[in-house]
């Protein structure tokens, strides 16, 4: 299951979240999204131990300048409630899978 973020639940549902946190960044209007997002969708199915979260850059723009985010998709990892790791494009789930560390 995935959730959507606002800007006001952001810090309760990720940085203060107890699991690593995978929050994709995307557009209704962005191609590799709609590509990206099905595969985030699928692994939040099947990885119990991470948290899965998406921002609609348009409706949250705050969130997207506040993480300098300048091309969609790009996935953000926290663990712990920092930022460890980024991944911009859209690329196959095996990639997504070793991303998480999953």
Do not use: H, R
């Amino acid at each position: 299951m995935t959730t959507e973020l606002t800007y006001q639940d952001f810090e309760q549902e990720v940085l203060k979240s107890e699991k690593p946190v995978l929050v994709d960044f995307w557009a209704s209007w962005c191609g590799p999204c709609m590509m990206v997002s099905p595969l985030v969708d699928e692994l939040s199915e099947e990885i119990t131990d991470v948290k899965f979260c998406k921002v609609n850059v348009d409706e949250e723009q705050q969130l997207a300048v506040k993480f300098g985010i300048e091309s969609i998709p790009t996935l953000l990892f926290f663990e712990g409630g920092k930022l460890k790791d980024q991944l911009i494009g859209a690329v196959p789930k095996a990639q997504l899978k070793k991303f998480i560390g999953k």
